[in-house]
């Protein structure tokens, strides 16, 4: 099946700083998703993206999906304390009856120093 | 408008004993998706379900696991006999039609003592 490889696996940051992470796959994904998953808590939806090359921003957050399809990346800047999360990129194909299974990359932990 | 609502939150099982989680979609939802997360690793596909119907349980262990989505009341896992590699979270997610944006619920973390 599909596998995601999602990089770094943490990072320690001070605030202020951008932070970049990105997924990588040997597979085509049609859709690529970044969440964020605070703990105890379910992943929340950041930016969805739909069409390969495609650069989305949602307020400090933007995403692109990249043009070979395999790939995306989220870059977030001047971090803030509530940023701290796990960051999770997840993609989805559109093909074969299958475009509602999310894959989902293992995540990058994100410690924000204040 | 509520979000997707799991419940419990926590559940305790000894080993060999049956959990039951229980999902209600979002207002609106028909399509419910169960997923699986184990500790430090991302969410993994286990079955989707429609009113009344299983379309795809691929990423389901064949044994002790079964999902069901009723005509009424919440779409349920229920998980027979658990073993202690049963201990992860499991969160639901429902959409209003295939293919449209999930959302999540909180998830259910099963320990298994």
């Known amino acids: 099946g599909q596998q995601l490889n999602q990089s770094p696996q943490s990072m320690f940051i001070q605030e202020g700083e951008d932070v970049s992470m990105n997924c990588t796959s040997s597979?085509?994904?049609?859709?690529w998703l970044w969440y964020k998953q605070d703990p105890g808590e379910g992943p929340v939806l950041l930016i969805a993206?739909?069409?390969?090359?495609e650069l989305t921003s949602n307020g400090r957050l933007t995403a692109q999906f990249g043009i070979t399809r395999k790939d995306s990346f989220l870059n977030i800047s001047a971090s803030i304390p509530s940023d701290v999360g796990i960051y999770f990129c997840?993609?989805?194909?559109?093909?074969?009856?299958?475009?509602?299974?999310?894959?989902f990359g293992k995540g990058t932990l994100l410690t924000v120093n204040p | 408008n509520a979000g997707v609502m799991q419940n419990p939150r926590h559940l305790v099982r000894r080993r060999g004993q049956e959990a039951r989680l229980r999902c209600s979609p979002m207002?609106?939802?028909?399509?419910v998706y169960w997923y699986r997360q184990l500790p430090e690793e991302g969410l993994k596909f286990m079955v989707y379900?429609?009113?009344?119907?299983?379309?795809?349980e691929s990423g389901m262990p064949k044994e002790r696991f079964s999902a069901e989505f009723p005509k009424e009341g919440p779409s349920i896992l229920r998980i027979q006999q658990v073993v202690r590699g049963d201990s992860a979270a499991y969160f639901c997610?429902?959409?209003?039609?295939?293919?449209?944006?999930?959302?999540f619920g909180q998830g259910t973390r099963l320990t298994v003592v």
């Open positions: 997840a993609g989805q194909i559109n093909s074969g009856g299958s475009n509602y299974k999310l894959t």
């Open positions: 993206l739909y069409k390969a090359g």
């Open positions: 997610a429902s959409s209003p039609g295939v293919g449209t944006e999930a959302f």
């Open positions: 207002k609106g939802h028909s399509h």
């Open positions: 597979s085509i994904f049609n859709t």
């Open positions: 379900l429609q009113k009344e119907n299983i379309i795809d």
